[in-house]
Every structure is written in structure tokens, then in C-alpha cells.
């Protein structure tokens, strides 16, 4: 996960002043998810290249090159769109 992940999850609470769900967000976050990708430069420049080859959205191209370096099996997703990656394994759900 990235802290891109993070931020999305919080906004809505945040905005309705729901800080009571923004912190179990917080929680969630701090005890339940093993390894937060930074937002580096590696991960910037590979979602750059995946917004120019497949056309996603920025958070989208994030997420998916968060995912990529992090190495990890597989890429949950409810966005069919993002199947047209082959870096990584796409489980639409």
C-alpha cells in the first residue's frame, strides 16, 4: 500500500468530521498493513510511464507502481480498466 491509499480513505471522513473513522483509518493503517511504499522517485517514474503507455489516471498509476516495486503477487482492484496492466497480477473484484 501507499500512502496515496491512505490519504484517499481519510478524505471523506475527514471532510464530514468523522474523526472517530478517521482514526480507525489511522489504526488500520499502523497495525494491520505491513509495508507502506514510499512515494519516491522510482515509483513517480514508473507511473509516469504507465500514464503515457496505458492512459491511467494519475492515483491509478500511483497505486499500480506502488504496487509493482513493492513486489507484491497481486493488484486488488474494482477498476476492470487496470487489467490492461502486465507488470503485475489484476484481481478485479
Known amino acids: 500500500m501507499s500512502e496515496l491509499s491512505r490519504l484517499e480513505c481519510r478524505v471523506k471522513p475527514w471532510r464530514e468530521g468523522k474523526v472517530n473513522l478517521v482514526a480507525a483509518f489511522d489504526s488500520y493503517f499502523k497495525h494491520v498493513i505491513h509495508e507502506i511504499v514510499p512515494l519516491s522517485a522510482t515509483v513517480i517514474d514508473l507511473a509516469t510511464d ?44
Open 50 to 93: 504507465m500514464r503515457a503507455r496505458y492512459g491511467f489516471k494519475t492515483p491509478d498509476a500511483i497505486h499500480l507502481s506502488a504496487a509493482i516495486i513493492a513486489q507484491c503477487d497481486v493488484f486488488l482492484t474494482n477498476d476492470y480498466r487496470l487489467n490492461r496492466c502486465t507488470e503485475i497480477k489484476i484481481e478485479t473484484l
